[in-house]
Structures are given as structure tokens and as C-alpha cells.
């Protein structure tokens, strides 16, 4: 990453000021807390999956803007999505902050959160952004927490 | 009064600061994490491994008795540095944690027990934390906290009821790693002593910004790291008063502690040995001792003015930068400064920073009990030593402007 701004884009700064979907559902058939104990950020996730299908989600807590705009914009990348589907999101996810997988050369159905590619090369801040989508995975799994570490 | 300290020739003795770092100048705001190492450290730890190294009070070799007297030679510096009576009362552990948890686990539990309280202060470090919580679970033991003001100073009106009849130990930095605010930690050993209650000073922060005498404080026992002091990490200073290590047990067994051992009865050695079981750290010890003379060459008391010089200079500077609040106001201060920036997180701020050369450190700072307190997540923290100059101070600047422009 020659400058921060690559990472630092604006749709990140943006979900970072306005996340979507920030709140708790209050009807909600799975939940996660997640927790990055190095650094402290927490979230708290809820979901209502109906037949198979992320009907609706919301993040709540505190954190960086890589964590707090990773949360939005995963909250945006799933509602709606069958949960396998949603699974194979948190796997490319993952590879792509991993460095294995390669947005721009390599199938995938990351769109919009390419963006965060360029955290693989912040390993300090990998955590930030992998934060909700280990907390959605525990979620899946029925578990009640996540951990970074 | 002594000369200021030659910046220019000091920077010299850190050869990683004549290093590119990001392609430009390395500034390191972040000395109150890990000090540098200045290179008479590294050559002399380097020395003892090559030429003078064997295991420490053991054998009748020349060589095993010289690496001891190398080995003990330290340990006087590090008396001598707090001004403690006798090397009996200097103990090497791993560091500031260790030498925490070494008094909870034998002082503490002889004196403690259940219903007793341990009154900490409302700014530690996990470190001084934690090893009590730990105690009091034991014991069924409670502990109660000295509150501090928004500004980060202690609230010392109610002290002497917080010293209850229960009160069997205080715990207090002298230095808080977060806010920089020095503690007055003289009159609240005063203030326990008249109670009869034991202190520990956490003195991790405060040993590498002023000279600290240890019998004047009258601190019943004084902890630090070396590496906070341009030492080498994986050796620290226990210091505790004569009669307390007397009446403490062992801690650790194992060989080096012992006075005799069958299977019927082991008996023990004295202080500091009683608590040094095993091959002891010997070239980060000799480390330290070479740190300790480092920073004495430089004058710790000219080491404590160029701190507090570049602290009123940075506070200056950055009060100006709408949007930034310092944290940590307190009327004595070492030369830490944190701060958090309306809208941006410290951990942004810190990537941000790093990308433009300078280290700082981001998050809670092992203090979360003071995040809650101050209602905020983590702070951004710059903590300036010996090599430090006001050109750090202004590449701070720049960066925390840099990092608004890209925050927007």
C-alpha cells in the first residue's frame, strides 16, 4: 500500500460515518458477540434467517473504520442472501485479506468489498477487518462469541 | 546546572533512527511501549555472550565467578539507580508484571485474606490489576479504587476513608502509562503508613523520566522493567523493604534458592536469592545495568527537563488542532501525551502515522478501567525520550493534519 488513501477510500470513510443496518433486531433467530481483545473493538451481531435466507441483519458496537465499515458494508453484502451463500463471501473474504485471493484476477463474488484488499498489506490491521465476518461466521455456527484471536 | 543534552550526538547512539523507515526519517514517539536500545547496551550485551558467558553462581570456574561478578555488578546499579539500601533488596524478575505477580503471590497471600480489601488506583495498567484481582478471588478479598478526576489527577479527599480496617495493600503507579500524570505518590505512602498499610509503586513509566529514590518515597516495595528504560525486555527490578522480603516465602522453587534440599526438609537462602530460583536472566541483567549507565551518563535529571520540554512543546502545538482533545491534563506530567480526534479512531490514526514514518502507540494501552472512566475507547499516544526533538514533535503535527485531510 503506497498511501493510506487507498485504503482509507471514501465508500470506507462513508460507512464509516454512516454505517448501515447499526442497531439490534429484536426479533432475531441467530446472534454473536465479536471481540478483537488487542484492540478492543466489540460487535454485536443479529440476524433473522428464514428458510435459508439472511432476511435481515444489524451490527452494533465500536471500532476503527476498517471494522466499522467492514460491518456495514458486510450487513449490506448479505441481507437478502441465501446463507451458503453468504458463507462463500466470508471464505473469499478472508482469502483476500490473506492475500491468496486476488480481486481483480480471481473469480469472485466480492464486488463492492474489494475495497478492503488493501489491508493485507496492514497486517496489524488484517484483525479490523476480519472482526465481522469471524463474528457472522460464529453466528452461522451457532456461537454465541468471536474472537480474532 | 548541567548542560541540555546534545540531541544530535545522542540520535547517534540509536543506529535504527539513522534508518529509513516508510523511505523517510523514523520519528519514535513511542518510548513509554519499549524504549530503543542505545548501542552500549546491544555491545555489551553482545560482550558478555561472546567472552564472559556461563552460568551464574555455580562451579569454581574463573569464568563462572566472573559472569557472577558481572551479573551482581548490575544489580548494584539498579540499587543504586533507586537508591535502595542494600542489593538484598533488589530482585530480578522477567519484568514490571512479574515483579507484581511475585508480591501477590507470597506477600499477598500471607496478607490477605477474606473480607480484607487492596486499594488500587483508578489509573493502572492491567499489570497491577489483574495479579490482585486474581489474590482477592483466592481469598474472597475485595477490591476498591481511588478515583481520579476527568482531568486524570487522583481524588486523595477520601483516601484516608478508603484506607479501611480491612486495607492490607495499595497499589499505585507513580507514572500512569496512558495520561502521563505523576502521582503523588510520597504523600499516599505517607497516608497508608500512618494506617499501617503496606504500598506497591508501579514504576514502569516513571523510572525512565526522573531520578526515583526508593527510601525517600519510603515505598514498601518498587517495580520496573528494564526495557522501558533502553534495556533489553525479559529482565526487571523488584525492590521491597528489608522486613517484608524477610518475612515473605519463596516463591518460585528451584535450584539457586535453596540452603540445603533432602527429601525430609529443603531449607532456603535469603533475599534476593529466595526469589531467583533457576538460571536467572544474566545478559539482560548485565543489559540493564549497561542501560542504567546510559541514562546516568546522560543525567536523568537533564533526561527529565528535555522530557518536559517537549512535552509543554507538543501540548502546545496540538491544542491548536481543532477537533483533538488531550487526555490527560494533570498539572504534573511525564512526557507522555494522549489524545483522541473527533470522528477518527486511534487505530486509524495510528496506521495513518506509521505510514507517515512515525510510531506512535494506538488503543487502550493495557488500561481499560481508565478507557471506561474517560468514556472512550482507546486514545492515540506519542511518549517522547532522550533522542526525541522538537522535529518529532512538528512530523507529529503534520501527521495527525494528514491524517484530518484524509478523515475529511
Known sequence: ?149 | MNQPLDIAKIREDFPILAMPYKDRRLVYVDSAVSGLMPKSVNERIAHYQAFEHTNVHRGVSQLSQEATDRFEEAREKARSFINASSIKQIIWTRGTTESINLVAQTFGRQKVHAGDEILLSAMEHHSNIVPWQLLAEERGAKIRVIPMTDAGELILDELDTLIGERTKLIGVTHVSNVLGTINPVKEIIARAHAKGVAVLVDGAQAVPHMAVDVQDLDADFYVFSGHKLMGPTGIGVLYGKKEHLEAMPPWQGGGSMILSVSWEKTTFIGSPGKFEAGTPPIAQAIGLGAAIDYLRGLGLDQVSAHGHELLAYATERVKGIPGLRIIGEAKAKASVLSFVIDGVHPHDVGTILDHEGIVVRAGHHCAQPVMKRLNIPATTRASFACFNDKDDVDALVEGILKVKEIFG
Open chain 1, 1 to 149: 500500500m503506497s498511501d493510506p488513501r487507498e485504503l482509507y477510500q471514501q465508500v470506507i470513510l462513508e460507512h464509516n460515518r454512516k454505517p448501515r443496518n447499526f442497531g439490534k433486531l429484536e426479533t432475531c433467530t441467530h446472534h454473536a458477540d465479536g471481540q478483537n481483545p488487542l484492540c478492543g473493538d466489540e460487535i454485536e451481531l443479529t440476524l433473522l434467517v428464514q428458510d435459508g435466507i439472511v432476511q435481515d441483519l444489524k451490527f452494533q458496537g465500536h471500532g476503527c473504520a476498517i471494522s466499522q465499515a467492514s460491518s456495514s458494508l458486510m450487513t449490506t453484502a448479505v441481507k437478502g442472501k441465501p446463507v451458503a451463500e453468504a458463507e462463500i463471501l466470508i471464505e473469499q473474504f478472508r482469502e483476500m485479506i490473506r492475500g491468496t485471493l486476488d480481486p481483480s484476477r480471481d473469480p469472485n463474488i466480492l464486488g463492492k468489498l474489494s475495497l478492503f484488499q488493501g489491508v493485507k498489506d496492514l497486517p496489524s490491521r488484517v484483525k479490523c477487518a476480519v472482526l465481522p465476518w469471524a463474528t457472522l461466521h460464529a453466528a452461522f455456527k451457532g456461537e454465541a462469541s468471536a474472537s480474532t484471536e
